[in-house]
């Protein structure tokens, strides 16, 4: 070993080992299979033995035909092909009935999943809308009828301020149950909506444990507490007069007159 004065004599000496184990071990295997196919192979010639002694009793010939090996031959190869076909149409069938099961279990799976989701939003948005108002009014409900179908609406009453408040407390009922972080309304959203729904709806801003960005331009007809939260949480405050958010309004023309020399 000198021309490797590295090499792991302890390694090389187990691998060596484990070779001759094998070794050991598939010999055995093979004696074994070979005495097994002897044994096949003795029977056979037996079965071979008793028919050829039965074909000479009835007086038949052992010697067969040319023509009749081509018959046996042709009808064998169809026999084959029929077996084929019946088991690749055999297994077609199972394969079907496996896709059929699979897709119902899908569509259960989905249905129930989408049924806990429309449960749970609901529930969520019929105790956000209790706290908008003194009498209790219907809340927004969401029917999810397929992963790619749904409709939302509230029962009996489809103006633009009640479906804007739909909009909000089925944001926040999401907000509450979901891991999102963050949810933002529009300045828009507020303009169509009564004053007591966006007194109770700057409550629940308020209480919300996760960020809630609005964009909101009137405090003077709400109630005290409702000017209250929007002052305390105020972050950015535009006006006109130099006060915008980059310093002018972009909504007015500016004449530039460049002199010419």
Wanted: proline share 2%.
């Amino acid at each position: 070993m000198e021309y490797f004065p590295n090499a792991n004599l302890r390694r090389i000496h187990e691998v060596e080992g484990f070779h001759q184990k094998l070794a050991i071990i598939l010999n055995d295997e093979f004696v074994k299979e070979r005495e097994s196919l002897e044994s096949e192979n003795k029977e056979l010639e037996e079965i071979v033995n008793g028919l050829e002694l039965q074909m000479s009793e009835l007086g038949v010939s052992a010697q067969l035909s040319p023509e009749f090996l081509d018959q046996y031959s042709r009808i064998s190869r169809k026999i084959h092909e029929l077996e084929a076909q019946n088991d690749a149409y055999t297994k077609l069938n199972e394969l079907n009935e496996k896709k059929r099961r699979a897709k119902q279990a899908l569509d259960q799976s989905i249905e129930s999943i989408l049924s806990e989701i429309e449960a749970q939003i609901n529930t969520e948005m019929k105790e956000l809308n209790s706290h908008l108002f003194d009498e209790n009014r219907k809340a927004p409900l969401l029917r999810l009828k397929a992963f790619n179908s749904y409709s939302f609406f509230t029962p009996d009453d489809d103006g633009t301020g009640t479906n804007y408040k739909g909009l909000v407390l089925f944001d926040l009922a999401v907000l509450r149950l979901s891991r999102l972080p963050a949810i933002a309304h529009d300045s828009l959203i507020f303009k169509n909506l009564e004053d007591e729904s966006i007194d109770g709806i700057m409550q629940l801003y308020n209480e919300s444990e996760k960020q809630i960005f609005i964009a909101f331009d009137r405090t003077n007809s709400f109630k005290p507490s409702t000017a209250k939260i929007a002052y305390e949480n105020t972050r950015l405050k535009l006006n006109k007069n130099e006060q915008e958010l980059y310093g002018e309004d972009w909504k007015l023309e500016v004449n530039n007159h460049v002199s010419k020399l």
